[in-house]
Each structure stands twice: as structure tokens, then as C-alpha cells.
């Protein structure tokens, strides 16, 4: 099945600047082909369930080996049995709702 998801980590115990930690992941959601989306509150990432949440551990893995001693992840995943709609369907969605167009429309 293929998801959706967002994803944010937050190391904690390694100072106030988190971006040295965001960039390691950012590498290696970069490395794995998924198709991702950088923003500024966490990541979208879509592909299939096993692939997405297989690089959510290895930026886990990856902050600890950095030295976090503790890692906070939030995941929020959107996934559906009847179609399989990408992230710039969904937003593609709302923005012809926004101008007027039917709810049914995709």
C-alpha cells in the first residue's frame, strides 16, 4: 500500500539548533528515491508503507549515532484502500475547491 506520511524528529539533548540533525536525515531521505517534500515543520514523504517507514529508522538510527540521546518522532500517515492520491493531488484538491470547484472533483 502505498502512504503518505509526515514525519518530524526532534533529538533532544543536543543544544537549541536542530539543523545539522535535519540535514542528516534530509541526506538520507535524499538517498532512499522517495518522493519528499521539505517544509518547514517536518517532511512529507510517499511511497509504500515497508520503504517510507524503513527510512523513518534509519533517520532515527542516524541521530543517535550523532549523539542524541533521546529522539522524539511524530508520524502522521494518510493512507486509502479505494485510490492511491499523491501529495500534489491532495493539495491540487483543495486549491480547486478553494476556487470554486465541486467537492466531488479530483
Not at 50 to 59: D, G, L, R, S
Request: charged share 25%; net charge neutral.
Amino acid at each position: 500500500m502505498r502512504v503518505i506520511v509526515e514525519v518530524s524528529f526532534v533529538p533532544l539533548g543536543v543544544g537549541l539548533s536542530l539543523s545539522p540533525y535535519v540535514a542528516e536525515c534530509l541526506k538520507i531521505i535524499e538517498g532512499s528515491g522517495l518522493k519528499h517534500e521539505l517544509h518547514s515543520m517536518g517532511t512529507n514523504l510517499e511511497g509504500g508503507w515497508e520503504e517510507v517507514m524503513a527510512v523513518v529508522k534509519a533517520c532515527q538510527d542516524r541521530l543517535f549515532e550523532m549523539g542524541a540521546p533521546r529522539v522524539t518522532t511524530s508520524i502522521k500517515v494518510s493512507a486509502r484502500a479505494d485510490r492511491q492520491p499523491s501529495m500534489e493531488e491532495k493539495v491540487a484538491h483543495v486549491r480547486r475547491l478553494r476556487q470554486g470547484g465541486a467537492p466531488g472533483d479530483r
